[in-house]
């Protein structure tokens, strides 16, 4: 399995809160990219990164930020939780990006009450 | 218009059948095409990559027509095991899109 890891895996949150989600991997890939997974609209983007401090938006990242400082690490965060942001959150790591596959995180569950 | 759709579903078949999952794609400069598997409250993982000549791994076929923009996915000889969500995803630039997915039950 590629080496990826999110923390926390489950989370609960008050509506307001900043939150922010952690994807770790090992494998020294350059494209990160962080996706919201909700019944119905299946697997759908909110930002990506190419390299350290590079970044771009996805189709849904209005209430979200990201940040590369390092190769390992690409941060997720909501700014100011709402319950719409309920959901599960799945980081994906690939070599070269759209040219091969991509691997999973084991996801991380976020519900905002 | 969503960049990669697909049928969602159900699919509920009995083990040994054949089944076929069919998905278009909406951009023909989409590059790459891909078939990954979920398990219920797991991630996706990578079943098998999609090519043009079509390509085999055990008892699934996956193939791309590129002219029509859709791919396929065909399991022979379906097992309990298959039982998952497979979901479809097309390529382009550096995003991968990904269909609903289509759920599939094998049953005994």
């Known amino acids: 399995d590629a080496g990826i890891t999110q923390s926390p895996r489950h989370k609960v949150t008050e509506t307001g809160t900043p939150v922010t989600l952690r994807c770790h991997q090992t494998?020294?890939?350059?494209?990160m990219y962080w996706y919201r997974q909700d019944p119905g609209h299946g697997l759908r983007l909110i930002h990506y990164?190419?390299?350290?401090?590079?970044?771009d938006k996805g189709e849904v990242s209005d209430g979200y930020s990201v940040s590369r400082s390092k190769t390992e690490d690409f941060l997720l965060t909501l700014e100011s939780a709402t319950s719409s942001q309920t959901s599960v959150y799945f980081c994906?790591?690939?070599?070269?990006?759209?040219?091969?596959?991509?691997?999973f995180g084991q996801g991380t569950r976020l519900t905002v009450v | 218009r969503k960049e990669v759709e697909q049928d969602p579903g159900p699919f509920n078949v009995p083990e040994g059948a054949t089944v076929a999952f069919n998905c278009t794609y909406s951009n023909s400069a989409s590059q790459s095409f891909f078939w990954y598997r979920q398990d219920c409250r797991k991630e996706p993982k990578l079943l098998m990559s999609v090519y043009s000549s079509g390509n085999e791994d055990g008892r699934f076929t996956a193939q791309l027509n590129r002219a029509s923009q859709y791919i396929s996915l065909l399991i022979r000889d379906s097992k309990l095991s298959d039982s998952a969500t497979y979901l479809c995803?097309?390529?382009?630039?550096?995003?991968?899109?990904f269909g609903t997915g289509t759920s599939l039950t094998v049953i005994p």
């Open positions: 494998e020294n890939h350059r494209y």
């Open positions: 995803v097309g390529t382009t630039g550096n995003q991968f899109y």
């Open positions: 990164s190419y390299g350290v401090k590079d970044t």
């Open positions: 994906a790591i690939s070599p070269e990006g759209g040219v091969t596959e991509a691997f």
